[in-house]
């Protein structure tokens, strides 16, 4: 299956600034997906990264806060925007794993912590 | 609203003894359950699924339960071993190729 590296792996941010999550693939792939897991919650899709065409936000998510950028098959990044102590999560990149079962692999997360 | 629920925070287990994690849905439209393992600091893994049309899964020591008239599926780790220690998330979807929605996890702490 593909292996995916994201970059911060943690950071600590301050309140009203914005970061940038950088996922790398080492394959070619259609979809990229990105979730959110605050503390002692579960993994919450925010948005569906499609290369070529704007993301595809889920209830609750707006473009103004994630910004996400897909510029090829193998990249995405997802920026959250004016940082607040709730956005204090570990963020996770997925793909689809190629086997056809609907499988996600994830990369290992940015825990971002804001103060 | 929470579609899956894992309502078991933690769980402790003897190294050797049977491990069984539970997991509850709402959606009547879910047909598709996977389990997937953490350990710190990494990214979750898959484990195992189960596809609605089928009630058991195993594989090796994994063996996943679904019960579709109570919406709950478990997942049975026999035997037990220290290196299963991790936190496990139910998820579901409905249909294939579909979003998967998960549970807040189960932290498996086994005892050697």
């Known amino acids: 299956s593909a292996v995916i590296s994201q970059k911060p792996s943690r950071d600590i941010c301050q309140r009203g600034t914005s970061l940038t999550i950088q996922c790398q693939v080492d394959s070619q792939v259609t979809m990229m997906f990105w979730y959110r897991q605050q503390p002692g919650q579960s993994l919450t899709l925010i948005a569906t990264a499609n290369q070529g065409s704007e993301a595809t936000y889920e209830s609750g998510f707006v473009i103004d806060k994630f910004p996400i950028s897909r510029p090829n098959l193998t990249f995405s990044t997802l920026t959250v925007s004016n940082m607040s102590p709730e956005d204090s999560s570990i963020y996770l990149c997925s793909v689809r794993v190629p086997s056809g079962a609907n499988v996600l692999t994830f990369g290992a997360g940015s825990r971002l912590t804001v103060l | 609203d929470q579609q899956v629920k894992q309502n078991s925070p933690s769980l402790s287990v003897q190294e050797g003894r049977i491990s069984i994690l539970n997991c509850d849905y709402t959606?009547?439209?879910?047909?598709?359950f996977l389990w997937y393992k953490k350990y710190p600091a990494e990214g979750p893994t898959f484990l195992i699924s189960i596809s609605s049309i089928k009630d058991k899964n195993e594989d090796g020591r994994f063996t996943v339960f679904l019960n579709k008239s109570a919406k709950h599926l478990s997942l049975h780790i026999v035997p037990s071993q220290p290196g299963d220690s991790a936190v496990y998330f139910c998820a579901a979807s409905e249909g294939y190729g579909n979003k998967l929605v998960f549970g807040a996890g189960t932290i498996l702490r086994v005892k050697s």
């Open positions: 959606n009547s439209m879910f047909d598709y």
